[in-house]
């Protein structure tokens, strides 16, 4: 939500404006200077962390990257005729220019950050860093068509593969339990091995079993739809479960262990079905 108040705050002033020139302030930070009749204005961009208009004067760099060169090549002189967010990922697209003569300059603010900028095709033909993109399946790199269904998506899988998602995730919360178990169990062993006639840790896990509490099924929602709010994924997992007769007091304290796996999986693809409802209920239709 904060990237996209901010995109809206810096829209009005943007759009329309021709792109003058571009400056590098370092190998991070980079500034458009934007200008239309009666007016001028500068587009600060740094990978990874922020967008804003400034008016602050800063020391630029005396000879251009070659980045910034590549940038020049194919944008300078060219109108803004959008900005815009991509789906609910911290991915901001400018577009320079209409159709097939169009170029958009992407900025990532996640992660490492990047900073790229590509043909109305979305085949990048300049960009700071290659790199996998976020579920590390798609390469961003050089002629490379940018990777768009991951940053518009809302979903991590597609709520008919959510049967498969869930299982993976299970097992690996499972497994970390269990390895936990086995560490604290080892580390026990050692303190018994110094006192003479204790128990070992492993005889005492025997007569006390250890219960490693499971996934609670709003976590579980929010790794399946990473873009909603986890109080939207409790929301919508309560109506879920109400609308199935499954009483749940409280959300965030139903553990995904309180149902079979089967009913587990329909609950996730019900309440997933109502949080993309109410996040496209508050969304403008080009969102």
Known sequence: LDVRAMVNSVRPSVV????????DIN??????????????????????????????????SSVPSNFTMKLRKHIRT???TAIEQLGCD????????????????????????????????????????????QQGTKVVALKEI?????????????????QGAIDELLNLVSQRAENQE??????????????????????????KRVDHSSMPLVQLLHKLVPFADPALC???????????????????KFAADDLPFDKTV????????????TLQSVSRPCD
Do not use: W
């Open 90 to 133: 911290r991915v901001i697209d400018i577009t320079f220019g209409r159709g097939d003569n169009a170029f958009h300059l992407i900025l990532e603010l996640f992660s490492g950050g990047n900073v790229l900028c590509t043909d109305h095709e979305y085949r990048i033909v300049a960009l700071l860093r290659a790199h996998n993109d």
């Open 146 to 162: 940018y990777p768009m269904e991951a940053a518009t998506g809302l979903l991590k899988v597609p709520i008919s593969e959510f």
């Open 182 to 207: 086995i560490q604290e169990i080892e580390a026990e062993d050692e303190k018994a091995k110094g006192k003479k006639g204790a128990d070992s840790a492993f005889a005492k896990r025997s007569k």
């Open 27 to 60: 190998s991070r930070i980079y500034i458009l200077k934007l200008a239309r009749t009666g007016f001028k204005c500068f587009l600060l961009l740094e990978s990874g962390v922020r967008f804003h208009l400034t008016n602050y004067e800063r020391d630029k």
């Open 78 to 80: 060219r109108r803004l």
């Open 234 to 252: 409790a929301a919508s997992l309560s109506k879920a479960l109400k609308q199935a007769d499954i009483p749940c007091p409280n959300a965030f």
């Open 16 to 23: 329309g404006c021709k792109l003058t020139n571009i400056y």
């Open 266 to 277: 329909e609950m996730c693809q019900r309440a997933a079905e109502l949080t993309l409802q």
